[in-house]
């Protein structure tokens, strides 16, 4: 048996560690030695390291001083190596537990054999299953390194030995392209094998914690400078090995600095960078080129920048008018950043929406509301997924994802939303966007979750560019205001104001407002309402943006044992997509979520329950009992999200963690709202003691003013 050393260069990665080492000492083929360098370092992943290497004697570990960078801790790493094998792997992915055993079955006599390496938010679904059956590559071989990566490769550590440059060590990025050329030098063919499975990881927060290919692109190219001058220099006389690296240039250039260089609208210095790599570049590899490629190449061979500006734009706009061409959406996006942005903007065009078009709702309908009372001089867009609905007032219904929606988002000056409005929308300068935000929060937000578990991986990012064209955010109360900061990681005017959409909870608040919601809703006056409203799960998705519930409250028990003095009112969450069925349960069990505004279903109920969801802390201002019914709580606090207040000891009502919890304590609801009566007024005195019934007043003045 011959052994394998895995090589993990570690530096931070105590989010990560455990479940990559894990899934290499579970490895079914033992032969290992897991060599981790770890890399100066400065959380807890040294303590890790130590506590496991204590159990297992096939970890070897070695602390560098200082941040040495990936380069130099696998060549410190390929230095401390006895197997006669090499693998790589970050310590931020993992591995199927018959990766090496699969490698080691298909190697034969050949120096490398590659597997596969997929995308680690696939391992949960188990959509990759993979072929044993070896496959031999060989005028192809470089294809099998077209991610420029040479993990996922058992190596012959013979062949890569003393073979890297002080340059390479240096450099920060890239250093896997002196390996794959060096491979590609020593072989003359190389066997593949599909089910050999490595999962890589997408960090998801490229702002805190970037992976290298994360950093900024200026530091990638003066890695990607130094390498290729290395490598050019060292493999003159190989012509495969020269291909390779041309290629690799062109396809990096193609996909990655051209979008780079659109979104920053040039950079002389970046231009620089190029034409020093393309100095030991062959012309030769334009030849099968496009002519768009071979154009910008020519300014660039030239040191032109003038010129090389002017093709590119030009490329630009036929770049955009071919995509535009290729769907609505695509043709939409053109026309607003090419021409509906330069249109007039109009200054007294005021753009509201609600949970993305779902409904009238929340603080924007109240806010909205508030301008037509005092009659402010402004014309107003409210943006919703079905137009016709009956609102106050007369503003236009724009469709969400028409063209007038397109249109509408470049015309006004203001937008009022209470959640995110997609990226492809680039802020126009002079635009005023009040975010209102949807809630106190009690799970993580953004860049204080660990893990993104959501059907978006992009989340993280996606919410940091789209979060900075917020000139506004309201919020309720002190607690919001300091999470609100550091998590969306906002640095704008924040309006401490309370909420507006919960003025209602103060203004209408009495019976005669209660029956007239009542009978509007179809409700009976003479039974009292249980509100039962929970929160979306973030891994239970068919979707991105639609997500499964599955209602864990045996309907059933709730009636036969209440149903002589209550009736039931289910509101899903607006993430939620598949339907209840409560034909059962006619006249107990209502379904009102596609009901516009839970604030008039707050007023209407006599009780809470919810879960994880923040309507506890609006719901909270009318005073009435809350239960919480979190029957899966271990799952959504220490997987999915995480909380900011200890559900255990803060929450004004109990824990509740199946039906019969609920219908006890429904028996006595009295005695429950006696013994949280302390607790209670403490969480209202944190979270509820700014709103006032007079929000959306505060907020006009300072926005609209
Ligand atoms: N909501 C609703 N019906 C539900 C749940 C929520 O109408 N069944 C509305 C409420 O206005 C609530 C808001 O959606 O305050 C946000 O819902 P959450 O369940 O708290 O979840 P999420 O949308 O993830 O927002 O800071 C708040 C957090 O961001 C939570």
New binding site residues.
């Given amino acids: 048996m011959e052994q394998v050393s895995i090589i993990m260069p570690v530096y931070n990665s105590e989010i990560y560690l455990w479940e990559s080492l894990r899934s290499v000492l579970n490895q079914t083929y033992k032969n290992i030695e897991v060599i981790l360098i770890n890399d100066g370092s400065t959380d807890s992943t040294l303590d890790i390291i130590t506590s496991l290497a204590r159990e297992d004697k096939r970890i070897v570990n070695y602390t560098t001083q200082g941040n040495k960078g990936v380069a130099q801790s696998r060549l410190t790493g390929l230095q401390m190596a006895k197997g006669s094998y090499i693998y790589f792997l970050d310590s931020d992915d993992f591995l199927d537990e018959r990766a090496i055993e699969r490698l080691i079955n298909a190697k034969g006599n050949n120096l490398v054999t590659v597997g596969k390496m997929v995308n680690a938010t696939k391992y949960e679904k188990q959509e990759f299953i993979g072929n044993d059956e070896p496959k031999i590559y060989r005028k192809k071989r470089t294809k099998l390194f077209k991610k420029r990566s040479i993990l996922h490769a058992l190596i012959q550590k013979e062949i890569l030995i003393d073979e890297i440059d002080k340059l390479v060590v240096d450099a920060r990025h890239f250093s896997d392209l002196s390996y794959i050329a060096r491979v590609i030098e020593q072989t003359s063919e190389i066997v593949y094998v599909s089910s050999s499975i490595y999962y890589k990881r997408l960090r998801n927060d490229p702002l805190n914690h970037p992976s290298l290919m994360q950093e900024d692109m200026l530091s990638k190219l003066q890695s990607y400078l130094t390498m290729m001058s290395v490598l050019k220099d060292r493999y003159s006389s190989k012509l495969k090995v020269k291909k390779y690296l041309d290629h690799q240039f062109l396809n990096y250039y193609r996909k990655s600095i051209v979008t780079y260089l659109k979104k920053q609208n040039q950079s002389e210095e970046i231009f620089e960078l190029l034409v020093k790599i393309s100095n030991c570049f062959e012309e030769k590899a334009l030849q099968n080129k496009s002519i768009i490629l071979k154009r910008e190449f020519k300014p660039i061979l030239q040191n032109n920048y003038l010129k090389y500006t002017k093709i590119m734009n030009a490329h630009n706009t036929l770049r955009d008018i071919k995509r535009a061409g290729r769907s609505k959406h695509y043709l939409y996006t053109f026309l607003y950043r090419n021409v509906f942005i330069k249109i007039q903007m109009d200054d007294k065009l005021i753009l509201f929406e609600s ?1 993305l078009g779902k409904n009238y ?2 603080s924007p309908k109240y806010i909205y509301e508030e301008l037509l009372n005092c009659e402010a001089d402004y014309k107003y867009v409210w943006i919703f997924n079905e137009v016709g609905k009956e609102i106050s007032g007369n503003a236009k219904q724009v469709k969400r994802f028409s063209l007038r929606y397109y249109y509408y988002l470049a015309k006004a000056k203001y937008w009022v939303s209470n ?1 995110r409005i997609p990226k492809r929308f680039d802020k126009r300068e002079g635009n005023i966007y009040l975010q209102t ?7 993580n ?1 953004v860049f204080d979750m660990r893990d993104v578990h959501s059907a978006n991986p992009h989340y993280k990012r996606d919410f940091y560019i789209q979060s900075r064209r917020w000139d506004y955010l309201i919020s309720p109360n002190q607690y ?1 205001s300091d999470i609100f900061r550091r998590a969306f990681m906002f640095d704008k005017k924040m309006l401490e104001i309370g909420y507006p ?1 919960n003025d209602v909870l103060y203004k209408k608040n009495n019976e005669d407002e209660i029956n007239k919601l009542k009978r509007k809703m179809q409700l009976p006056l003479d039974k009292k309402v249980i509100l039962y ?4 799960r973030d891994d239970q998705f068919y979707e991105a943006g639609k997500y499964k519930f599955n209602l864990e409250l045996d309907l059933n028990k709730v009636r036969k044992e209440l149903s002589e003095e209550y009736v039931v009112v289910l ?6 997509a598949n339907q209840l069925d409560l034909s059962e349960y006619k006249d107990f069990a209502f379904d009102f ?1 596609k009901y516009d505004d ?2 008039e279903l707050y007023l209407i109920s006599d009780l809470l329950i ?1 879960d ?4 506890f ?2 719901y909270a201002n009318l005073r009435r009992p809350i239960l919480f019914f979190t029957y899966d709580l271990e799952n959504y606090r220490d997987k999915l999200r995480g909380f900011y207040i200890n559900m255990e000891t803060d929450l004004p009502g109990p824990l509740l963690y199946n039906t019969d919890g609920i219908v006890r304590s429904i028996h006595s609801i009295d005695d429950i709202s006696k013994k949280f009566n302390k607790k209670y007024n403490e969480f209202y005195r944190k979270f509820c003691s700014w709103d006032d019934g007079h929000a959306a007043e505060k907020t006009i003045k300072e926005v609209f003013n």
């Avoid at 935000?437 to 799970?443: D, E, N, Q, S, V």
């Avoid at 409203?533 to 979306?536: K, Q």
């Avoid at 509101?571 to 939620?576: N, T």
């Fill in positions: 949970f709702s929340d959640s935000w949807h809630g106190t929060p009690l799970k937000l919001s959409r409203a929970p929160t979306w509101r899903m969450h607006y993430f939620i979520s839970i604030s919810t994880y969801s923040s309507v802390f609006d």
